[in-house]
């Protein structure tokens, strides 16, 4: 395939776009920071898609959960996330069903985009990652449709493309408006997070990147 002729390719699907992959934008709001004794308060999950090589928010979706039986809250978490867990229109759900209904909807997600399986993006995933991971166990869910070690960070990427890891600052950078007000809510920063993903990955050419590693491929 000559350089040049890469770039005339017609539009990426999403599953092309990351090698068969959906990515998901996924926040949880937790009742602290130790993911093996505080538990998950909040799921959100943003969905995107690929229209003309574009990347952008399709849905969204989120979950409040009941603290698990024998889990600690630390008070200052609640400070911060402002979550009242005795809210009575706060419609707080079981852990395993809340996890249930996230997969189940992921899974219908990666069948319409024609994709084997999710990647986490979220921002400073390993937290999200590492606390999704614990409670998979906890409930004894075998099949999460998440790869269970890659994710992509947009700490890590606004750290690359901005200059700086953290949210509200890589958002102002990016002209994304950012609220202090409504942070620290997941279906908030979820959005947020997703519209950050999305506004770096289509700055950046990845048609003239592939088109260089496919040249220098077949000149090797």
């Known amino acids: 395939m000559a350089k040049q002729d890469f770039c005339y390719l017609a539009p990426m699907e999403i599953n092309e776009r990351f090698r068969g992959y959906l990515p998901v934008v996924v926040d949880l709001e937790t009742g602290g920071f130790d993911r093996d004794q505080h538990p998950i308060l909040e799921i959100a999950c943003s969905f995107l898609q690929m229209r003309d090589d574009e990347l952008s928010i399709k849905s969204a979706a989120q979950w409040s959960l009941n603290p698990y039986p024998g889990s600690i809250i630390d008070p200052a978490s609640l400070k911060v996330t402002k979550i009242d867990i005795d809210d009575p229109l706060r419609e707080g759900i079981e852990e395993v069903d809340a996890l249930k209904a996230f997969f189940l909807l992921v899974r219908e997600e990666m069948k319409l985009a024609g994709c084997h399986r999710a990647v986490m993006v ?8 590492g606390f999704l991971n614990v409670a998979c166990e906890r409930c004894n869910l075998r099949r999460s449709p998440f790869h269970p070690f890659t994710a992509l960070d947009t700490a890590t990427l606004g750290a690359l493309a901005f200059g700086h890891t953290v949210l509200r600052e890589a958002c102002l950078r990016a002209g994304i408006d950012f609220s202090e007000a409504r942070a620290h809510n997941a279906a908030y ?11 770096i990955i289509n700055a950046w050419d990845y048609r003239a990147a592939w088109s260089e590693a496919v040249a220098d491929g077949e000149g090797s």
């Not at 920063?189 to 506004?199: G, K, N, Q, V, W």
């Open 122 to 129: 979220a921002h400073n995933a390993s937290f999200d990652q």
């Open 189 to 199: 920063d979820t959005d947020r997070t997703a519209a950050l993903f999305c506004h």
